[in-house]
């Protein structure tokens, strides 16, 4: 475990900073559901929008600076900051998480509905398309939703530039769905009664609702910059903004499988979700080989983001980690110790920390491997 060591005293500044922070119940036990933008497609273990809501609201963000998320999943800091009217910035591994970052924070294009329906109609049409090789494609889609989400594909690529984003992220929102995988949560093959109507049926619905929630949005869509990359592989002159908050939750060792979760989107959608794997922080396949990772592979992963956030964080800027505990071949890990001794490496020291509890209905591949029951919020300067 990384030794403690003497945090310095708070400035009076950071005195009130953590004094705001620490009124807060940071497991949040009033909340209720998710909002529609937080639904608009599956993702596990994500952020509560009530998290970073909180963290971009308290701390001060100097001007001309942005939020960066190195780590933004589904997109919640960045939708949080442009409610807050705050330029962001996310970085993200996974194409899925991506896209599904990108159509949050961007302009509802023109027309969404009726480009769908464009879409189906071809679609409909289409007996040719060509099935991608995607593994083990039999036991988990039936022969007619194959072609149907192969013939959907190709009619999306096929619509105005604008829309591919939207259209691409309806369908991959449905795709577990129409599998034959029992659910989001749970991998195992079922019988469905499901045919190439109720694929196009399921499609227009989430693009419809897709359309809905984007059009509801009642604030100004300031400036949310989303990067396709490797975080321990950007370096500070890649982020195109300077930095004054960073809010994120880094993905835990052995704990859940982001991957594995979207692996069948990403190869409907032509993607590589081996090459995710490959690359992914805390994916449980690293620690099951001969030569497996370790808490020290997390100690380097975490040293190697904070290089990047060093160089791209403004004087006095914050930065938020939300971390829980990993366990490793039976020993508990500290990842919130292990983030804070690499912190102070780069000069950056707690300003506050908390436990926060998470809720029992939440579900994920591998929670009951990890069981993960709690988190540390911890605020760095």
Same mark, same amino acid.
Not at 245 to 248: E, G, W
């Given at each position: 475990m990384p030794r403690q060591a003497k945090v310095p005293a708070l400035h009076e500044p950071d005195i009130a900073i953590a004094s705001g922070l620490a009124g807060l119940n940071w497991s949040f036990p009033a909340r209720v559901a998710h909002s529609g933008i937080e639904g608009l497609h599956p /993702? $596990? *273990? &994500?952020f509560i929008a009530e998290l970073p809501r909180a963290l971009v609201k308290t701390l001060p963000v100097p001007r001309g600076s942005a939020v960066l998320d190195p780590f933004c999943g589904s997109g919640t800091t960045l939708v949080e900051s442009q409610k807050s009217g705050l330029p962001s910035v996310g970085i993200d591994l996974n194409p899925i998480a991506c896209l599904m970052t990108r159509v949050k924070t961007a302009p509802l294009p023109p027309d969404l509905p009726s480009s769908a329906n464009e879409a189906v109609d071809r679609a409909r049409s289409d007996q040719a398309s060509a099935i991608p090789p995607i593994p083990n494609l039999d036991h988990w889609f039936l022969p007619s939703v194959q072609q149907a989400l192969a013939a959907l594909t190709n009619a999306i690529a096929a619509t105005q530039p604008v829309h591919h984003d939207p259209l691409r992220l309806a369908l991959s929102s449905i795709i577990v769905r129409v599998s034959n995988q029992d659910s989001d #949560?749970? /991998?195992?093959? %079922? +019988? &469905?009664? !499901?045919? *190439?109507?109720?694929?196009?049926?399921a499609f227009l619905r989430a693009a419809k609702r897709l359309h809905d929630v984007l059009s509801s949005r009642s604030y100004s869509l300031v400036p949310a910059n989303v990067m396709h990359a490797d975080t321990l592989a950007v370096e500070p002159q890649d982020v195109p903004a300077p930095i004054g908050?960073? !809010? #994120?939750s880094p993905p835990y060792p052995n704990a859940y499988e982001y991957w594995l979760y979207h692996k069948y989107r990403m190869w409907w959608l032509g993607f590589d979700p081996l090459a995710v794997k490959k690359h992914e922080i805390g994916a449980r396949a690293h620690f099951f080989k001969r030569d497996h990772h370790t808490e020290a592979d997390f100690e380097r992963q975490m040293a190697r983001t904070f +290089?990047?956030?060093? =160089?791209?964080? %403004? $004087?006095? =800027? /914050? %930065?938020?980690f939300v971390v829980g505990t990993s366990r490793i071949h039976g020993r508990v890990v500290d990842n919130a110790s292990i983030v804070e001794e690499v912190a102070r490496r780069f000069d950056l020291h707690r300003v506050f920390s908390a436990e926060r509890s998470l809720s029992a209905k939440r579900k994920s591949f591998n929670l009951a491997h990890a069981r993960i029951k709690t988190e540390t919020v911890l605020v760095m300067r």
């Open positions: /993702y $596990p *273990a &994500k #949560t749970r /991998y195992a093959a %079922v +019988e &469905k009664d !499901v045919n *190439a109507d109720a694929v196009f049926q908050l960073v !809010v #994120t +290089e990047l956030i060093s =160089g791209v964080l %403004v $004087p006095g =800027g /914050y %930065v938020c």
